[in-house]
T-cell receptor, first 114, second 111 residues
Framework: GAVVSQHPSRVICKSGTSVKIECRSL??????MFWYRQFPKKSLMLMAT?????????EQGVEKDKFLINHASLTLSTLTVTSAHPEDSSFYIC??????????FGSGTQLSVL | GENVEQHPSTLSVQEGDSAVIKCTYS??????FPWYKQELGKRPQLIID?????GEKKDQRIAVTLNKTAKHFSLHITETQPEDSAVYFC??????????FGKGTMLLVSP
């Protein structure tokens, strides 16, 4: 399956700062990547679909200006949490579709906003 | 849209026992049903999947069954081992990678 690298694995930041999370597909060119959010002991909630060369598609209820997504190349998508607040603290994880419908996940980023 | 229900939310078994996790889905157009295993703080790992043209699939101790008519699919783990302890998610997809996940089942296998 696809090898997906996500950085950083953990970040602690002050309220009001912005945090950028990178998702790289190391062995597969991905025109689409997915960003999920996961609360403790909860399921994966799709936030947005990142599209190479065009705007991301956001799920209902996800603030576009809060969670900026950029898919600048076929191997890199970034999620920027702008003006982070404690309620944004969560586990963020990206995924890359490979082999049709199979999804392969990055290692996730645990964001803690103080 | 698709809605996936997963049961039970927690499951405790003794080592060597079998474990069964069940899911139902709502969209009859869904045709791809993967199962993921997620250990604490780690990424979900695809462990087995099934497509709608197949009723059952097995990979060593893991098997998945699908009943399209009833819109049910289940994960079966036999001869469970402590390292099987994790959270398991089912998912359903009716289109290109638009997976909808169940809420997860925490499986605890006691030695």
């Amino acid at each position: 399956g696809a090898v997906v690298s996500q950085h950083p694995s953990r970040v602690i930041c002050k309220s009001g700062t912005s945090v950028k999370i990178e998702c790289r597909s190391l062995d597969f060119q991905a025109t689409t990547m997915f960003w999920y959010r996961q609360f403790p002991k909860k399921s994966l909630m799709l936030m947005a679909t990142s599209n190479e060369g065009s705007k991301a598609t956001y799920e209902q209820g996800v603030e576009k200006d809060k969670f900026l997504i950029n898919h600048a190349s076929l191997t890199l998508s970034t999620l920027t949490v702008t003006s982070a607040h404690p309620e944004d603290s969560s586990f963020y994880i990206c995924s890359v579709p490979s082999g049709g419908e199979k999804l392969f996940f990055g290692s996730g980023t645990q964001l803690s906003v103080l | 849209g698709e809605n996936v229900e997963q049961h039970p939310s927690t499951l405790s078994v003794q080592e060597g026992d079998s474990a069964v996790i069940k899911c139902t889905y709502s969209d009859s157009a869904s045709n791809y049903f993967p199962w993921y295993k997620q250990e604490l703080g780690k990424r979900p790992q695809l462990i087995i999947d099934i497509r709608s043209n197949v009723g059952e699939k097995k990979d060593q101790r893991i098997a998945v069954t699908l009943n399209k008519t009833a819109k049910h699919f289940s994960l079966h783990i036999t001869e469970t081992q402590p390292e099987d302890s994790a959270v398991y998610f089912c998912a359903a997809s009716g289109g290109y990678s638009t997976l909808t996940f169940g809420k997860g089942t925490m499986l605890l296998v006691s030695p």
